[in-house]
């Protein structure tokens, strides 16, 4: 079973960024997936997430600001953010739960100006 995530980078506050989450080795339709951080010093957080039926959840910290969205097909998990913080930087995960939880191995998003 493989998360890669995909999309990190640097961004100046206010920007947009589209982070992606693929997974091989599951049956991903089955799978709630989520997206989660950990800020320096911080916890680990949830961020957003979307159940297998397409129910999404999110982090009152995101809310307006991130969509969380799935591609079966694809076996890939998307988290969309706009209008960016700085408070928003932090090594950004991928789950998928089921049976079984699985984590991918992160992608640092750094919110600077």
């Known amino acids: 079973v493989q998360l890669v995530e995909s999309g990190g980078g640097l961004v100046q506050p206010g920007g947009s960024l589209r982070l992606s989450c693929t997974a091989s080795g599951i049956l991903f339709s089955s799978y709630a997936m989520g997206w989660y951080r950990q800020a320096p010093g911080k916890q680990r957080e949830v961020v957003a997430t979307?159940?297998?039926?397409?129910?999404?959840d999110y982090a009152d910290s995101v809310k307006g600001r991130f969509s969380i969205s799935r591609d079966n097909d694809r076996g890939t998990v998307y988290l969309q953010m706009n209008s960016l913080k700085p408070e928003d930087t932090a090594v950004y995960y991928c789950?998928?739960?089921?049976?079984?939880?699985?984590w991918g191995k992160g992608t640092l998003v750094t919110v600077s100006s």
């Open positions: 979307i159940g297998s039926g397409g129910t999404r």
């Open positions: 789950s998928a739960r089921w049976i079984y939880s699985y």
